[in-house]
């Protein structure tokens, strides 16, 4: 009997994820447990295990974006059909319209002419969209029946929203500009997917609908280094790990964020929302893109349990086995590129938060004090707020407060 491989529901707040990637052939036989599809989410991408040995049969295109629920491909038994439409398809029509296209007209339209066909207009009603597509067309004042849907059954999703918005700004080419040149000969074609068009879109919906302004500091950071070595020495002893700088620095935000709430909170419609939790998302890289695994409640935590649940986060993020509810709930944002060499940089926010804290690297620089030249270990600092939230003397004396529990770190543990 055909089993159905179906869209999992990766988290409280998914509705839909897109096919990104066949990683099996049709007709290829599999074994249960065996990873047969990439899914990517506006979050993470996730390969779907198949639930039964047999053979693979997927039943929608890549690139179609597919409800929770919705069915993917059937497992079948050797010379078993999948089940038609209806029979257990559970996308039913609604895949079909939304992949299938009607074939071009290749004989000439009829000597009479008919009458012009009006303009198609917005079905009556609610227009199917999904929430980040609906919040992001609000904020930018673009009316969605306006917008062509490209998800299942036309429904809007925000790819079309940031099209929209795109052509809806695009500045003519002046007529004196030189046409653009072609590209020079290409070495390698990477195409944009999965998790990597994800994050472009999320990115440029950042941009798109928020206003960013980034303000940059240099702290000394010679008695966060002492602390870190301290209490990484007590953690080893204990036989965990040590102690990551972004614990660290997760705690003097959360601190920081209790004096200047402002910063830990979202826009929703025309209201800025100050939100209860302080839940710390902390970038993270992979081979394949980033994300940004969320630390809940750090403000009520002690620092060693911070520190292990950003490690335990951090494997779960490598290991490629982080879920939706890992990457949905922040409030403030961290991104620490100092591990690079990085010494600065402008970090790009996170929606819906409205502020992201960039680290550069601690190093030996020159700075004077008291009028004297010394050598000390300082790191620079980069917050990137969103200027309809709060304006730049609060958020540059949440910057400040930041700066002081760095070069004061023993304050944390007041």
Known sequence: MATAVTMPKLGIVMIEGTVSKWLKEPGQQVQKGEPVIEIATDKITYEMESPESGLFHPQVEIGVTVPVDGTLAYILAPDEAPPAMGDGARLGAVVASSVARPPERETAPPAEASPAAPAVQPAAGRVRASP?????????????????????????????????????????????????????????????????????????????????????????????????????????????????????????????????????????????????????????????????????????????????DLVAV??????????????????????????????????????????????????????VEDGQLQVRETMHLSLTFDHRVTDGVPAGSFLRRVRELIENPWMLFW
């Open 132 to 308: 980040v597509a609906r919040r992001a067309a609000r904020e930018q004042g673009l009316d969605l029946g306006q917008v062509r849907g490209t998800g299942p059954g036309g429904r809007i999703v925000h790819a079309d929203v940031l099209r929209a918005l795109g052509e809806r700004v695009a500045v003519p080419t002046h007529p004196l500009a030189p046409a653009p040149a072609g590209l020079p000969p290409v070495r390698e074609r990477i195409p944009i997917g999965g998790l990597r068009r994800v994050i472009a879109q999320r990115m440029m919906e950042s941009l798109a609908t928020t206003a960013q302004v980034t303000l940059s500091t240099q702290a000394d950071a010679s008695h966060l280094v002492r602390i870190r070595e301290q209490v990484s020495r007590l953690e080893q002893q204990a036989g965990r790990p040590r102690v990551p700088y972004d614990a660290i620095l997760a705690k003097i935000v959360a601190r920081a964020l209790q004096d200047f709430s402002v910063l830990n909170s979202a826009i929703e419609g025309d209201d800025i929302c100050i939100l209860d939790a302080v839940n710390i998302a902390v970038a993270v890289s992979l081979e394949d893109g980033l994300v940004a695994p969320v630390l809940f409640d750090v403000d009520r935590k002690s620092l060693q349990q911070v520190s292990q």
């Open 314 to 367: 951090v494997e779960r993020a490598r290991s490629h086995t982080l879920t939706l509810d890992d990457l949905t709930g922040g409030t403030f944002g961290i991104s620490n590129l100092g591990v690079y060499g990085v010494e600065a940089f402008t970090p790009i926010l996170i929606p819906p938060m409205s502020g992201i804290l960039g680290v550069g690297s601690i190093a030996e620089r020159p700075v």
